[in-house]
Structures are given as structure tokens and as C-alpha cells.
């Protein structure tokens, strides 16, 4: 009577048990904090380009802005015809679209969750650094920033 009570118990456990797919744990995204706002603001919504790979930090070369978002406000075509250098040194040059050239330079702080960038010359100029720019994503062609305010900033590399 036991081993066929036994039997049923395991039977029964046995028979309940399902087999479920492992859950796969979510890759860590940068989000914004209560402060500026539930919205998303990152590159990580967005698929990458072809070609297109995660980086720890700008590579080295030519960018131009594709996107600049100040409070909200489209004010991209303030940057048409203007090129920003980015060099391994953290150096950073602004050429304007008057072939100005102004010298500043970029950092990033120790988890690179955060662009320093620190650029003076015009008031254009001054949009970049006055924010401590959360990182939304770099990548080997594009380095995505975001501010409260919400501010967006997207360098695209030239090729």
C-alpha cells in the first residue's frame, strides 16, 4: 500500500511539472531618471545601421550633428555646414561653417555613462557645453547624448 501511495505521489509531481523556457535576463539600457521624464531618449530603441557596432567611447574622426534637440525644440539646422572632431586625446574641434576652428575637448567619467564636453566660441558652441550629457549610446559611427530638458545630441561619424 505504501510503495503504491509512493507511487502515486510521484506520478502526480512528475505529471504536474511543465517545462518552461529559461528566462533570458534583459540587457541593462540606460534610462532616464524621474527627473527629466519617462521618455525614452536612446539610441538603444532604435536598430543599429549596418555596419554599425557598441562602443565604450567615440572613435576617433570627423562628426557631423544629425539631430540636436534643445528643450524640446528641433534646432538641428543650427549646426548645417559645421564638423566636430573628436581625437583619441579628448581633444575636440569645432569647425564652423564659416571654417572657424575652435579648440575644446571631451571626457568621459569613469563608467562612461557620462560626456563632458567643453567647447567655447559662439553661442551655437555653447548649446554643447553647457549640459553634463548622459550617454544614450556610442557606437563605431554614432554618439547619442541626452540632457533634462529634454536635450538630445546625435554625431554622426563621416566616412
Known amino acids: 500500500m505504501n510503495t503504491l501511495l509512493l507511487l502515486s505521489v510521484i506520478t502526480l509531481t512528475l505529471w504536474s511539472c ?3 523556457e529559461p528566462v533570458q535576463p534583459a540587457l541593462p539600457t540606460q534610462s532616464n531618471s524621474s527627473a527629466e521624464g519617462s521618455q525614452s531618449n536612446s539610441l538603444n530603441d532604435e536598430a543599429l545601421l ?3 557596432i557598441a562602443a565604450a567611447q567615440p572613435s576617433p574622426g ?3 550633428i544629425s539631430k540636436f534637440i534643445d528643450t524640446r525644440d528641433d534646432k538641428t539646422s543650427l ?3 559645421y564638423t566636430f572632431e573628436f581625437q583619441a586625446d579628448g581633444d575636440f574641434i569645432a569647425t564652423t561653417n564659416t571654417n572657424n576652428v575652435f579648440n575644446g575637448s571631451w571626457s568621459l567619467n569613469s563608467a562612461g555613462t557620462v560626456m563632458t564636453i567643453n567647447i567655447s566660441g559662439n553661442a551655437k558652441l555653447k548649446n554643447l557645453d553647457d549640459d553634463n550629457w548622459k550617454v544614450a549610446r556610442i557606437t563605431n ?3 547619442k547624448l541626452t540632457a533634462p530638458g529634454p536635450d538630445v545630441v546625435v554625431f554622426t561619424k563621416q566616412s
Do not use: D, L, N
Open 62 to 64: 570627423v562628426y557631423v
Open 79 to 81: 549646426f548645417t555646414g
Open 50 to 52: 549596418p555596419g554599425e
Open 18 to 20: 511543465s517545462k518552461t
Open 141 to 143: 559611427i554614432r554618439i
